[in-house]
């Protein structure tokens, strides 16, 4: 059975630094990329990025790019999100979600996000 | 950056057909992708690839994408449909999500 979990819930306050964490288990770690959403209490979804636990490559929203860092340890199978110095504005929930995908004759297609961790939520407050 | 355009919210009653759009700069050559989150919940995908219904997800469900828009359409809609939808795109291998849709059911 295909999981991912999630890091428990933090209250930070602003400038602190912080890396929460999405295990995933139940299937092949390395093959699959990891994408984090956020959503602000009351709001819609918000594509940050994804990370590609194989090799590391990832792709940020422009909206995120350099505010939050992503990275994947494959031999923990766990993937991250840091923050070196949070804002008010990063109260949210946060999820991990795994890209799914097929290949078939050495040409790949992305699917869309077919697993989601529970969430972690996250207050910035002063 | 690539916007995704949804209604804040549609209302269908029981076993009635609700659509929700999705609307893009040319967003038919790109794969749309649909979500449904209930509060409190994780989404849940139920379209991928404009018309693609994952394992488990209803026949109730179905997808499109031409031209500008795509349409999600929930045909014989019931209580438990009633959550927020969003749709999901990409653009030059960055995703964005659509602005959202609350689907009440009356």
């Known amino acids: 059975e295909v999981q991912l979990v999630q890091s428990g819930g933090e209250v930070k306050k602003p400038g602190e630094s912080l890396k929460i964490s999405c295990e995933g288990s139940g299937y092949a770690f390395t093959n699959y990329w990891i994408g984090w959403v956020r959503q602000r209490p009351g709001k819609g979804l918000e594509w940050m990025g994804i990370?590609?636990?194989?090799?590391?490559?990832?792709k940020h929203s422009p909206s995120f790019q350099g505010h939050v860092n992503m990275s994947a340890d494959k031999s923990s199978s766990t993937a991250y999100l840091q923050w070196s110095s949070l804002k008010a504005s990063d109260t949210a929930m946060y999820y991990c979600a795994r890209l799914g995908g097929y290949c078939i004759n050495g040409v790949c297609s992305r699917t869309g996000f077919d697993y989601w961790g529970q969430g972690t939520r996250v207050a910035v407050s002063s | 950056s690539y916007e995704l355009n949804q209604p804040p919210s549609v209302s269908v009653s029981p076993g009635q057909t609700a659509s929700i759009t999705c609307s893009g700069d040319?967003?038919?050559?790109?794969?749309v992708s649909w979500y449904q989150q209930k509060p409190g919940q994780s989404p849940l995908m139920v379209i991928y690839q404009d018309t693609e219904r994952p394992s488990g997800i209803p026949e109730r469900f179905s997808g499109s994408n031409s031209g500008n828009t795509a349409t999600l359409t929930i045909s014989g809609t019931q209580a438990m449909d009633e959550a927020d939808y969003y749709c999901q795109a990409w653009d030059s291998r960055i995703g964005v999500f659509g602005t959202g849709t609350n689907v009440i059911v009356l």
């Open positions: 990370v590609y636990p194989g090799d590391s490559d990832s």
């Open positions: 040319k967003l038919g050559d790109k794969y």
